[in-house]
């Protein structure tokens, strides 16, 4: 069993940052690969970034390429998404998601673990 809370949401004017991130129980936490998830209002939730292996392998939505920076730290249990240049369209709730395998989580049926859930909200 794996228990996720994420933190950092807020309000942000379009070009500012954030960094989000997600504290996990657990001490196989370096066992599972890691995503983050969105879902807007009337949306389904879609992939974010993933990360995932010893080495950090990382996999990106095309449009947060280059702007959204995903990274773990295996001794505090925690992944992060860093947020730069945000734009409105990225408004959401921003979900933490964990799955027991070997192979980067882009689909959200595949998560096994959820946080609750953090909201951004980028004013233009």
């Known amino acids: 069993q794996v228990q996720l809370v994420e933190s950092g949401g807020g309000l942000v004017q379009a070009g500012g940052s954030l960094r989000l991130s997600c504290a996990a129980s657990g001490r196989t936490f370096s066992n599972y690969a890691m995503g983050w998830f969105r879902q807007a209002p009337g949306k389904e939730r879609e992939f974010v970034a993933a990360?995932?292996?010893?080495?950090?392998?990382?996999d990106y939505l095309a449009s947060v390429k280059g702007r959204f920076t995903i990274s773990r730290d295996n001794a505090r249990n925690t992944v992060y998404l860093q947020m730069n240049s945000l734009r409105p369209e990225d408004t959401a709730v921003y979900y933490c998601?964990?799955?027991?395998?070997?192979?980067?989580?882009?689909?959200?049926?595949?998560?096994?673990?959820w946080g609750q859930g953090t909201q951004v909200t980028v004013s233009s």
């Open positions: 990360i995932v292996g010893s080495f950090g392998i990382t």
């Open positions: 998601g964990a799955a027991q395998t070997r192979v980067f989580v882009t689909d959200a049926r595949h998560v096994d673990y």
